[in-house]
Structures are given as C-alpha cells and as structure tokens.
C-alpha cells in the first residue's frame, strides 16, 4: 500500500536518523566527531514529489548520478534551495548543463572534462567545488583514475581556476568481504595523505567521498568525510544498479 505524504515524512526521517546513528557509531569506533562526516542523500531514480519530501524532512543536499536527470528534477524543484551534487560520469557535451545546475560535481576523471568544465564556469561567472574521482578497486568497469595517475592528473588541475578541488571520490568494490571493501577505502585515505603533502598549494585534499548504503560505516571508519547513501535513506530503487553504476551486478 503507498504511504501518503505524511508517511512518506515520517519514513524517511526515521531513515535518516537511522543513518546518522550509525556514522554516529562508526565515527565513535576510531575517535572522530560525527559532525565531520556530511551525509549526502543520493536521489537518482527518487521522484521530484518524493524528493519534495524529502527537503521537508531535512535533506537539503541532493546526489544525482546523471545530469539530464538532475536537470529535470532542479527545475521542478526551483522553489527550493537544494544544493545539486552530480556524483556520476560525465561527458564533455554535458559540462554546460553541469555548470547552469550543480553546486558540486564528485566525478572528475579527465582533462578533457576539466577544460570543458572550466570552459563553461568561465562562461556562467562562477566556481564549482570538484572531487577527483579514482577508481581504488581497479575494476575495468569503473570510472575514474588508476591510483598511481592521480599525481600527475592532479599536477595539471592548477591550469582550471573554476575548479575548487576539494578532494577525492571513490567507489568501492562491490563485494560481502568487508576486508576488500575496507582495502579501498584505506588506498584512497593513504593517497589523499600524500596529496596533502605534494599536490600545488591553491588546491585542498582534506575531503574523501567513499561510502554507500552498503559500506557507509566501514569508509567512515577510514576517514571518509562525505557519505554518498540512497536506499538506506529511500528504500530500494525500481530497477538494478547495474542500471545506474558500471559493473554491478
């Protein structure tokens, strides 16, 4: 039976104290402040009537894997402020629409973006706040940089002054063996440390995106500062995820 709007309310903000509690709980297991993680609601394939809800129920930060779809849902949603995090691929003759909408983008993997990116910021008169995104488990299915091309990636990004790089995104590998899970999220904390120390000295590396539904606790006990979680907070989406990422079955 469909909840009414109410429901839907008391629903997900149980599900998101649900999810609080549980960064709370993890970040008390290594000694860190809950408040240093930012939990990130991620809404793809979550209607805009859902989402309106959503807001009401205190999410104001909203994750979308795909552009056209946060397109359509910022403008459907235009009376609110809601801050647009596209957390997917993107390509070159998407950047305009990235930079009119986003307020951050999670998933910069290559020069050719990062220029087309900037290109179009320049354009709008405006900055983005940027997340390297690498791919720590080395699945050829997934996006993002090999570890070992992040220095050099990273040396050229100085040349793009309307992009805030603010640190590194990752997916984990998809997997029940937490201690495979758990060696992603350590490469990537052991990579941003030595960022921190080398990359130029206009760009920050204090932020690690890592962790989802599944694998949120383990990253935040390896030092994620931003949690990407959906159906913990949504319930479960209507299609598979392979739909929605690369590579998962």
Not at 117 to 146: C, H, P, T, W, Y
Not at 180 to 206: G, H, T, Y
């Amino acid at each position: 039976m469909e909840l009414n709007e109410e429901q839907q309310l008391n629903e997900i903000k149980s599900n998101l104290e649900t999810v609080q509690c549980r960064i709370s709980e993890a970040c008390k297991n290594v000694g860190r402040e809950p408040n240093s993680v930012r939990l990130l609601p991620v809404t793809k394939t979550v209607s805009a009537e859902r989402l309106r809800i959503a807001y009401a129920a205190g999410c104001h930060e909203m994750g979308e894997n795909k552009i056209q779809e946060a397109r359509e849902k910022s403008e459907v949603l235009s009376d609110l402020d809601i801050k647009w995090c596209i957390i997917g691929h993107l390509q070159t003759n998407k950047a305009k629409y990235l930079a009119r909408i986003a307020d951050e983008f999670q998933a910069l993997d290559s020069i050719k973006v990062a220029e087309a990116l900037d290109k179009r910021l320049q354009i709008e008169g405006r900055s983005m706040d940027v997340f390297v995104q690498v791919n720590s488990s080395g699945e050829a299915s997934k996006f993002g940089l090999a570890p070992e091309d992040v220095r050099a990636f990273v040396a050229q990004l100085p040349n793009y002054s309307s992009l805030n790089i603010k640190g590194l995104m990752t997916l984990a590998i998809f997997s029940p063996d937490h201690d495979r899970v758990r060696q992603c999220f350590i490469k990537m904390r052991e990579l941003r440390d030595m960022l921190r120390q080398e990359a130029p000295a206009n760009l920050s590396f204090d932020e690690l995106s890592m962790g989802m539904s599944g694998d949120y606790e383990i990253a935040v006990e390896e030092g994620a500062t931003v949690v990407r979680v959906g159906q913990a907070i949504f319930g479960k989406r209507p299609l598979p995820d392979s739909h929605y990422w690369p590579g998962v079955a």
